[in-house]
C-alpha cells in the first residue's frame, strides 16, 4: 500500500506542477509566478518550501533520540524568520524585481555586486539541496525497498519537471499544497499521540495492526568480575569483551560482552533450520555457517550464536540485551548473530520504562501541556537508543544498538546531543569549544533564515510590499504551529517504542505506523513530497540566479526575455542533475547537520550585505562584493577544515585545523567585519551609497 | 526588463516601519540571547519547574515560539495603522 499512496502523492504534486503551469508565460511568470500570488498562498508555500525533511523527519529523530536538544533546531529555525519579517520582507520587495541582487544592484548599480550575488544563491543552493536529496534517499529505501539511489534519482527527476516545465508558479503550488499537508498530517498525529497517552502495559505493536508484538529486550542477573562472567543462558560461552571508554576520565564507561549461547532451533525445509531471534524468525541454511552452527543435544536442535550483552559497569549486576549489526572480513553481515535476511531485520527500541507514582502504569488521554510535563518529570524513565561502533580483534566490523535509561527531568532540558555542561576530568578547553559550537549554530539559525536564496525570491511572487509582509506572517505562525507539534511528535515516537535504532530519520513514519498502515503511508507520502518541495524552490532560486544574475553580466550584452526563460529552464535542468549526483555522492551524510551548514554558509554569504545595504549609509559596492566572497570562502573553508569533514576523509578529528563544526561564530562577525574595513576604505570611488533607505540610521 | 530602470516603490510608513520592525527584533533577540546563555551556562535551571507544571525549558522554548507568532502578528497591526488614518498611496 505504500507504494501506491507514494506513487499517488507523487502523480497529485505532478498533476498541480502541470495544472499551474499554464500561468507560467514568459519571463515574469516563469522566474516570480508575475507576481500575482495570493499572501496566504504564498506564506503557506513559504512554510512548505522552508520545512524541509531535515524539520519533518530531522528533528522528530532527534527529539525522540536526544529529548530537547532536537527542539533546540525547531527554535532555532523559526526565530530567523523574525529577522526575515521584521528587516528584510518589505524593504527586499520594494527594492527587487526577481532576485535579491536586483535589491543589491538597484542600490549601487555595479556589475560585480550581481555575479556575487548570484554566485551566493547558487552556493548556498547546492549546499542545501545534497541534505534534501540525501533525505529522499534515506526515506525510499526502507519504505519502498528500493535502494537509495532510485529515491534520489526520482526526485531529482519530478523536480526537473515541475521547475523545468512550470517555473516559479508550478513550484509555488507544489510548496503551498505540501505546506498544507504537512501541517494537516503533524496535527492529526499530535490528536493520536494526545488521545493515546502513555501506557506501559500495552505498547504499539511494531510495524502496525496486526504487526509483531513489541519486543522485551531481557535483562539477566549476571556475576560479573574483571573479565569473567557467569550469566544463566543455555550453554554460555564468553568469547570477547568490548569496553567503550569515558573519553575525559578513560575509565569503562560502558563495557559489552560478546556471548556464544544456544537458541532453540527447528529443522526447515532443505536441510536447513530456523530459530527465533529476539522475536523474529532467522534462517540458517545448512548445519554450520559463518558465525554459527547447529548442535544436537539430548534430541533436539539449537544454534549457537553469537551476540552482544551490556554491562553498566560500576555495581551492576545484570547484562542487558542489545542489538548488532556485524560485518564479517568475508562480507557476510550478520543480524543479531544469525544471517540478515528479510525476515531477521533490526527491531525497534526504546521507550518508556518507569511513570511518576500518580500515573502507575498508564496515563490515559492527556492534554498537550500534561503531556510534556509527564516527560519532564524526574520520575519519568525513559530508555533512549544509543549505539557504538568498534572493529573487533578478528577484523569484524560491529555496530551495537543498546537502550540507555534517563530520567524524564534530563532528557527534557538542554544537554544530550550539545553536551554544554562541564563533565569530570573534562580540560576546560573541551568545554569552551562544546559551548561555542552551540552558540555558534544558535546563532547561524537565527541569522540564516532569512538570507536564504529560496525564501528570498519568495517576496517577488506577491504584487506588494503589504502582501510580502503578511505572508510572511502567515508563514512564522504556520511554521511555528508546525516546531510546536515536533515536540509531540518526537516525543510521541519514544512513548510508542517506535524508534528505529539505525536511523532517527525514520521515527515520525514509525509513530504513524504504530496508529496503522494508512496514516503510515501518508505520513511518508507527505515526507516525499516536502523533499519535492524544498528542492523545487532550491532549484529554482539557483535558476533564477544563473539566468538572471550571472548570465546578464557574462554574456555582456541585452538578453531576450524568451532566452533568459529558456536559460533558466536549462539550469533548472543541470542543477537537478548536478543535485542527483552530489545526493548520491553523500549519502551516508546526516542530513540536519548538513542543513545547520547551509543556514551558516547563507548567514555569512548575504546577511551582511542585506542588512548594511538597508541600515548603513556608507556602504560601497565593493564592501558588498568582499563580504559576499569573504563569507562563502571563509565559511565554507572552516567546514572543509572541521572536526566532522575530518572524520570524513578519513583523519582523526582531534587533528583538525577548525576545532568546532560549526563556523557561524567566525565567518558571520568575519563577513561583517570585511563588509566595514572595504566600504571605509573605498569611500571615494564614486561610490553610490545605501542612502535610498529611509530610516538608515 | 531591467530592475533598476523603475523607481523604488515609496512608501510613506517606511520609516516608521523599519524603526518597529528594528525594535522588535532587537526585543526577540534579547529574549533569544537569554535562551541561548541560560542553555549553555546553566543548563542545570532548564530543569526547573517553571508554569503549569512544565519545566523552564519546555516553558521557555514554547515561549519563544508563541512569542515569535504574537510579535508578528502585533507589528501587522502596527503597520496598518497609520493607513486607516487617510494615507493611501505610496503603495506598489
Partial sequence: MTVVVFLLFVALVLAVSRYTSRRAQGVGGYF?????????????????????????????????????????????????????????????????????????????????????????????????????????????????????YWGVLIVGSVVILIVAGGGMTSTTYVQFFNGGLLLLVAAVLTGAVLLRGID????????????????????????????????????????????????????????LYRLSHLVPAQAAGGGGYSAEIKGRTARFNGRSGPGWTVEDIDGRSYVRIEDWWRWEGGTSSHLAETQA?????????????????????????????????????????????????????????????????????GGERVTVHYEQALAGSTFMRPGLMFPLEA??????????????????????????????????????TVPSAEAARKSTIVAIAGIGLFYVLTMYLGVGSLAAGALNPETSNMSAPLLARSFGEVLFAVTSGIAFTTVLATVSGLIMAASGAVAHDLMTNLVKREVSDTAKVRAGRIVAVVVGLVGIVLGIAFRDMNVSFLVGWAFAVAASANLPSLLSMLFWKRTTAQGIIASILVGIGSSVGLILLSPDMWVRYGFDPATAPMPINQPGIISIPLSFAVLVVVSMATQNRGRTTAGTAPGAA | MNPSSSPIAEDPFERRKTGIGVRMTLLYSLVYV???????????????????????AVTYGLGLIVLAIVLAMLYNQLCRAPRRSGAEGGRQ
Avoid at chain 1, 525533511?53 to 525522540?64: H, M, Y
Avoid at chain 1, 496515563?363 to 525513559?382: H, K
Avoid at chain 1, 544558535?442 to 533564515?449: I, Q, S, V, W
Fill in chain 1, 200 to 255: 506501559l502495559e500495552q505498547l504499539p505493536p511494531e510495524e502496525g495492526g496486526a504487526g509483531l508484538p513489541k519486543y522485551e529486550y531481557r535483562v539477566l542477573p549476571a556475576q560479573i568480575e574483571g573479565h569473567s562472567v557467569t550469566v544463566d543462558l543455555p550453554g554460555v560461552r564468553l568469547v570477547d569483551r568490548h569496553a567503550v571508554l569515558d573519553r575525559n576520565t578513560g575509565e569503562e564507561q560502558t563495557v
Fill in chain 1, 32 to 148: 516570480v509566478a508575475n507576481s500575482s500570488i495570493p499572501w496566504g498562498v504564498n506564506g503557506i508555500a513559504f512554510a512548505g518550501g522552508y520545512l524541509s525533511v531535515a524539520s519533518f523527519l530531522g528533528i522528530c529523530g532527534l527529539i525522540a533520540f536526544f529529548g530537547y536538544d532536537g527542539f533546540l533546531y525547531s527554535i532555532g529555525f523559526l526565530a530567523g524568520w523574525i529577522v526575515a519579517l521584521f528587516v528584510i520582507a518589505e524593504p527586499m520587495k520594494r527594492r527587487g524585481t526577481f532576485t535579491f541582487s536586483d535589491a543589491l544592484n538597484r542600490t549601487f548599480s555595479h556589475p560585480g555586486i550581481q555575479l556575487a550575488a548570484g554566485l551566493s544563491v547558487l552556493v548556498v543552493s547546492l549546499f542545501y539541496l545534497v541534505p534534501q536529496m540525501v533525505g529522499a534517499g534515506v526515506l525510499v529505501e526502507p519504505l519502498l525497498g528500493i535502494p537509495h
Fill in chain 2, 34 to 56: 537569554g535562551f541561548v546563555v541560560v542553555s549553555v551556562f546553566r543548563p542545570q535551571w532548564m530543569a526547573a519547574r517553571a508554569v503549569l507544571g512544565l519545566n523552564l
Fill in chain 1, 423 to 460: 563533565r569530570t576530568g573534562e580540560p576546560a578547553l573541551t568545554t569552551l569549544l562544546n559551548r561555542l559550537n552551540f552558540i555558534s549554530l544558535m546563532l547561524a539559525l537565527f541569522l540564516g533564515t532569512s538570507a536564504l536564496p529560496h525564501i528570498l525570491i519568495r517576496y517577488y
Fill in chain 1, 325 to 393: 549489526r556485524t560485518l564479517r572480513p568475508d562480507g557476510v553481515v550478520l543480524m543479531n548473530g544469525a544471517p540478515d535476511g528479510p525476515e531477521n531485520r533490526i527491531r525497534q527500541m526504546g521507550g518508556i520504562s518507569t511513570l511518576p507514582e500518580a500515573y502507575g502504569r498508564q496515563t490515559g488521554s492527556v492534554g498537550p501541556l500534561r503531556l510534556l510535563s509527564v516527560f519532564a518529570d524526574r520520575d519519568t524513565v525513559v530508555a533512549v537508543p544509543r549505539n557504538t561502533s568498534f572493529t573487533t580483534s
